[in-house]
């Protein structure tokens, strides 16, 4: 399966700040998404990042607060924006290599904001 | 769209006892049944799936499960745990096409000595 690496692995932030995360995937893969999982709580996907055009969200979450990036097959980028305390949650990468193939997740990112 | 419900939140069992995670699902197309795994501060690792073919689908831990697609189930056992198993286990689905997971509710299994 694809190795997944995700940027950073944590951070504490103030609120009212923007973070982005980076997904870097070591081969191309045809599906990227991007999850979030609030403390002590399930996934709950965000958006299908879309290669090249703008990313599909999901109910409850739109662009301006978490835009999205992905500039080619390996890459995409995760904006949480202008922070508050209620975005303290894990952010996961995930991508599928083919459509033969199961889901993958990156090892999450751990916000933290103050 | 789909939907996954996870009844049991937590599972309390003995090393050694037999285990079952429940898991049903809810969707008007077909789908993919997933379980994922969540060691305490890890991320999320894949434990077995189910695609297509045999409804038996086993993993490298002694982990399976079954698709009942009357029950609309996918139920994940083990005959003997250890202690190392104790984790947080999600079932999801997704469809066909899009391929974004569903996730349920999470069920904490605690394995005690």
């Known amino acids: 399966s694809a190795v997944i690496s995700q940027k950073p692995s944590r951070d504490i932030c103030q609120r009212g700040t923007s973070l982005t995360i980076q997904c870097q995937v070591d081969?191309?893969?045809?599906?990227m998404f991007w999850y979030r999982q609030q403390p002590g709580q399930s996934l709950t996907l965000i958006a299908t990042?879309?290669?090249?055009?703008?990313?599909?969200?999901e109910s409850g979450f739109v662009i301006d607060k978490f835009p999205i990036s992905r500039p080619n097959l390996t890459f995409s980028t995760l904006t949480v924006s202008n922070m508050s305390p209620e975005d303290s949650s894990i952010y996961l990468c995930?991508?599928?290599?083919?459509?033969?193939?199961?889901?993958?997740f990156g090892d999450g990112t751990r916000l933290s904001i103050l | 769209a789909q939907s996954v419900t996870q009844l049991d939140s937590q599972v309390p069992v003995f090393e050694e006892a037999p285990v079952e995670l429940r898991c049903n699902y809810s969707?008007?197309?077909?789908?993919?049944l997933f379980w994922y795994v969540q060691y305490p501060n890890q991320g999320l690792q894949l434990l077995l799936k189910?695609?297509?073919?045999?409804?038996l689908v086993e993993s490298i831990n002694g982990f399976e499960a079954e698709f009942n697609k009357s029950q609309t189930s996918f139920h994940l056992r083990k005959p003997s745990v250890h202690i190392s198993d104790t984790a947080e286990y999600f079932c999801a689905v997704s469809d066909t096409g899009r391929r974004a997971l569903t996730f349920g509710s999470g069920t904490r299994l605690q394995v005690q000595p």
């Open positions: 189910y695609l297509s073919g045999s409804t």
């Open positions: 990042a879309n290669q090249g055009s703008e990313a599909t969200y």
């Open positions: 081969s191309q893969v045809t599906m």
């Open positions: 969707s008007s197309v077909s789908v993919y």
């Open positions: 995930s991508v599928v290599g083919d459509s033969n193939q199961p889901q993958h």
